[in-house]
């Protein structure tokens, strides 16, 4: 596993609040990310979890605290955030691959348009990470044409093409058919090994335990208790955390 | 049906007008409604509020007014020229613009309802590699939507075909106003010209339909 550095993470969230009309869905939250980190984010479904990962790169607006990222808060608007989003990947739990758009012309379309790469620099680059993802054969198709699992393959390549400085998994093998998860948990594997700093949010709990630096478990909207994954699925320190376990690990 | 061989370089002079009235104000209908329908949707609400008025304003008022008041009120008031001594050339403009003024409100609001289609997992992606607002809608947004809506622009389109002769109120000599001359010229023919130039609209507006009927079909977005 790669060095982590405690004392200058990437990421830094404090006291981030965030409402949905009545609902507190982020309540008080404090995380850091650290470069290189693989953080799992598991918790019951409207944790929170799925917003936690969304105000990280400003799909969703927070009402109160701080989120910096590599040294900077976060941008509120116009071409400062437009670049902060292109150093933070996204993999979306519905993949989200542009539709009137060829497996490669998503990929190179971040590249040309917001790098101003040239096209054919983009391409050479995109194919290789098609290849890197195993789908390289499918560059010219249109992304109805691929099975689920081929479709957030690309979107992992399409993120990856950025150079991102870090990726956010937002569930990104719940939409999938099962025989389709590992070849995506796969590639996500390979890019934890590689070093690129992740939060995943998943329902995963194997690939949460091989390949996590530290397991977040969020519930009702708060980071109830983390640590590695050997502490947190063996000796879980809170009750909430017990509870939720014995939910999922029995069967 | 004499009367129609006779004058048909005149029939045809018309509807050559008739195209030309359609052509550029399609154009320009086109392009302003999709700015209109990028304002109608953008974050600002400066933009979205007047976006809002002028659609609402030009959609509801009848083209006759608009393209008359084109003519006296832009024409003869306020002195808009296009050219100082060809009157004809004038009023052909003039009514270009009443005639865009009034389709692109149309245009926008079929263009707003193809964006409301594109799911938005699309635009939030285009947001998270890093696209500028303006970047989402152009390269991925518009595209998206412009091609589910193809079939009821093609609509607008027939539409602004038949709406054209409306510019017959400020004097363009286009079908309908070059068919009320001949009527006057030829009183025993009435019904032959008359169906002569109804012919000439369904020649104009039938391939139109087949076009966008098939250019629709092609160009859809599999999900």
Redo the contacts between chains.
Sequence with gaps: MTEISGSDPLVRLEGVNKHFGPLHVLRDIDLSVGRGEVVVVIGPSGSGKSTLCRVINRLETIDTGTIVFDGRELPAEGRALARLRSEVGMVFQSFNLFSHKTILENVTLGPTRVRKVSRQQAEQRGMELLERVGIATQAGKYPAQLSGGQQQRAAIARALAMDPKMILFDEPTSALDPEMVQEVLDVMTGLARDGMTMVVVTHEMGFARRAANRIVFMADGQVVEEGSPSEFFTQPSTERARDFLSKILTH | MEAVVDELPVILGAFWLTVKLTVVSGVISLIWGIVLAAMRVS?LPVLRGAGAVYVNVLRNTPLTLIIVFCGLGLGTVMSVQFSRDDLSLNSFWLSIIGLSAYTSAFVCEVVRSGINTV?L??A?????????FL?TLR??IL??AV?TVIAPLGSLLNALVKNTTVAAAIGVMEAALRMKNLFDAHGDAIIPIFLGFAAGFVVLTLPLNLLSGRLARRLA???
């Design positions: 974050p799911p997992g699309q939030e992606a285009a947001r998270a590699i890093g696209l500028t970047q390269l991925v595209p998206q091609r977005v599999v999900r």
